[in-house]
């Protein structure tokens, strides 16, 4: 039986390979700029620190293989991962909570790049309401479930509101047909199995930093 | 003997524990906001999914004891947990590569009440070095080690360069006196043993949030 999916294999990634990839990615594109058109897992592991072994085995479930000696062709490698990782298709999304990173995520144009075209805000506030950051429109929230069902069609929402918020509009955002959530609060939300959560706790990696730089010695 | 530091004790703690204490924080914060004076092991546990036994632990590594029955007294926990985390101390950085991330990130004034206070932007650009974002002054990236040793002293760096520029940028923050890097590109970047490297790749986070709603049913 020939299977229709060419990604059928990715099901099966588990999540500390999936998480290395672009790590991997983003050291061939490096070596692209160099003028190579080779790299093996052997230079990839000297730079990145994991092992040839452990990067041949994540490499294997993406849809590439390697030539002996040679090693995999670059520009196919990076092909295909930037296919394998999602950043070449559109992934619409809406952002709630248009506060101080909220409205840095929007005008964080990068997240384009990689695959998040964020099409809509929703805030509560008068003053941000009917207004456009990197010409992204924001709305009022209460507007969230008709729009995102007639129109806008988003698959993920990125939640920036206040962290004694987080729950409930996280709970709206479901109720509004979305899938995934991209939680930068750092309230830990539940969500429904079928939901995909994503927690991005930028503050909680400056806790981690804090406290090892106290720990140095001075 | 007695210990001069209130957190001599701190050095312990595992980093899944110390990244946990940023959870307690927002859920304890929400219920004083509700009107809660008390709160349990137990009832953090319902809300957070994780076991009333690790967060009794966790907190242990912190210098607060709850009383039986009552269990912890919130406004003192706030205290003690936002002390304990370095969200009350003022952290001097800077920001490398003033681009999309980067200009968001100086623009986030969120990340001041968490104790990161982000005092200049240096970037190569003719269009942006003498600028300021958020009051912050941008200036050239060759002035970075007089002006870091002169006026600035900053200890961490926050790195949103191109990646492929990540290593000789970070190489070049450590020769100016940076002991922390906050390194937001893809880029495995290499440091030495007594500076702290902290990763928040927000791409890879994006990719494992792609890769697992490709898996949902439809």
Redesign the interface.
């Known amino acids: 039986m020939v299977e229709s999916s060419p990604?059928q294999h990715?099901?099966n990634?588990p999540?500390p390979a999936?998480?290395r990839?672009?790590?991997y990615?983003?050291?061939i594109?490096?070596m692209k700029?160099q003028g190579e058109s080779y790299v093996s897992s052997t230079q990839i592991a000297k730079?990145?620190?994991v092992s040839p072994t452990q990067i041949a085995k994540d490499l294997s479930y993406v849809n590439i293989s390697g030539k002996t000696r040679v090693g995999y062709e670059i520009d196919q490698l990076i092909d295909v991962l930037e296919e394998f990782?999602?950043?070449r298709?559109v992934?619409k999304a809406v952002l709630f909570g248009v506060?101080?990173?909220g409205?840095?995520?929007l005008?964080?144009?990068?997240?384009e790049q990689?695959?998040?075209k964020i099409l809509a805000g929703f805030d509560i506030r008068d003053e941000i309401v009917n207004t456009k950051i990197n010409n992204i429109p924001i709305y009022h929230t209460d507007e969230f479930i008709e729009k995102n069902q007639k129109t806008i069609k988003a698959?993920?929402g990125v939640l920036t509101v206040p962290?004694?918020i987080?729950q409930q509009t996280a709970d709206y955002l479901i109720e509004g047909g979305i899938?995934?959530i991209?939680n930068f609060?750092?309230?830990?939300i539940?969500v429904p199995e079928?939901i995909?959560l994503?927690n991005?706790?930028?503050?909680?990696?400056?806790?981690?930093?804090?406290?090892?730089?106290?720990?140095?010695?001075k």
Chains 1, 2 share one sequence.
């Open positions: 990604y990715q099901r990634i999540e999936l998480r990839l672009p790590w990615l983003a050291y594109k490096l700029k730079k990145i620190n990782l999602g950043f298709f992934h506060g101080s990173l409205a840095a995520l005008a964080d144009s990068g997240l990689y695959g998040l698959e993920i962290a004694d987080a899938r995934g991209w609060t750092p309230f830990r539940r079928d995909v994503q991005t706790s930028i503050y909680a990696h400056l806790a981690v930093m804090f406290n090892r730089l106290k720990q140095l010695p």
